[in-house]
């Protein structure tokens, strides 16, 4: 089975960091995407990291990695709550996924609580922070190794 993870992110993502850090914290996304690759080569994994506001870039990447994929990661963001596209696309992927949420979307509003991306996903990771990222990494390995 391929090593290679895609570890994709949603809208505004792109402003961790910046965008309301009492809840997302004060880490960059770079600052993300650096412990995640010295991670993934720790667990000797390769990864793809990709973030969007484009919902329709998102699903090219999920299609992109039904080709060589071992894992897919992605925090969808607000996409998680209404995106029956990133479903669809998801659902055509054949090895595990891992939703990711920084904040405990369980105890924030109503809306937050619905996901149409753990329709599909293997497991869910919320409510850890950035941390988040590095617990699905450890994941998709595990579940890449299993497989092979």
Request: negative net charge; contains cysteine.
């Amino acid at each position: 089975m391929s090593r290679l993870v895609y570890l994709l992110n949603g809208p505004n993502l792109n402003l961790l960091g910046k965008r309301q850090p009492a809840i997302y914290g004060h880490e960059t996304l770079a600052d993300v995407e650096a412990d995640c690759r010295r991670l993934a080569g720790e667990l000797g994994l390769e990864l793809r990291f990709h973030q969007s506001n484009r919902e329709y870039e998102l699903i090219d990447w999920i299609h992109e990695s039904r080709e060589t994929a071992g894992a897919l990661i992605m925090n969808p963001g607000a996409f998680t709550h209404t995106s029956i596209a990133i479903l669809d696309a998801l659902n055509t992927c054949d090895f595990p996924v891992i939703e990711v949420h920084i904040s405990n979307v369980h105890k924030r509003e109503e809306f937050r609580r619905h996901s149409y991306v753990s329709l599909r996903a293997d497991g869910v990771i919320a409510g850890f922070g950035t941390q988040g990222y590095q617990l699905a990494l450890r994941r998709a390995a595990t579940l890449i190794d299993a497989a092979s």
